[in-house]
């Protein structure tokens, strides 16, 4: 195998100490740059354990726990990468159910246009990041900025929610545009189909 010392799960006892060093001063080069940020980082960081997962092979398995006849059935070994902000943005935004997707038309349903910075998704997915909750969590995020709006938008005259970065941090409220002659059905409705939702979700409300 090249490079022993960094591929694989398991290394024999002469060979710990020195990957460890030699991983601790891969890993403090951030002490000593100034010209890179910690979110570099730590991109740096996954790339590099992305890169080592990518030449797993069946014998690092054996030597994980796996029993061979287990690891014998599976021709093909995949890795999946880490995600990273831009792939969380991507989570949000481009799959036809997407969770943006879903409140975008759920305020339809009561004729309101929601939009979301650029700067918002970015703020979305780095809360992700920095708390672990990864894909999972996106939802969860979203519903502590968006809970008391669900609540205030049904029955009122706003036509618009904007939702900024500072929203999402949690240093601003959401941006309302009201129209006092606004018609109860308006294009925003609409977005439920156009997006692929042929059974929108249902318009929260108080008990």
Known sequence: ???????GFFFSEKDTSSVLSND?????????????SEEQHQREKLRKRDALLSKVESRD????????EFVGRFPILASLESLDEDKLVQILTQPKNSQIAQYRCLFGLNGVKLEFTDDALQAIAKVALNTGAGARGLRTIMEKFLLDVQYEVPGSDVTRVVIS?????GSSSPQLERESHASPES???????????SEPLRAKGRP
């Open 1 to 7: 195998r090249r490079d022993v010392k960094t591929v």
């Open 24 to 36: 601790t001063a891969t890993l403090n080069l951030s002490a000593n740059s100034n010209d890179l």
């Open 61 to 68: 398995l054996v030597k994980f726990g796996f029993i061979p």
């Open 165 to 169: 970065g500072d929203v999402v941090r």
């Open 187 to 197: 294009d925003a409705s609409a977005e439920c189909v156009e997006e692929g939702h």
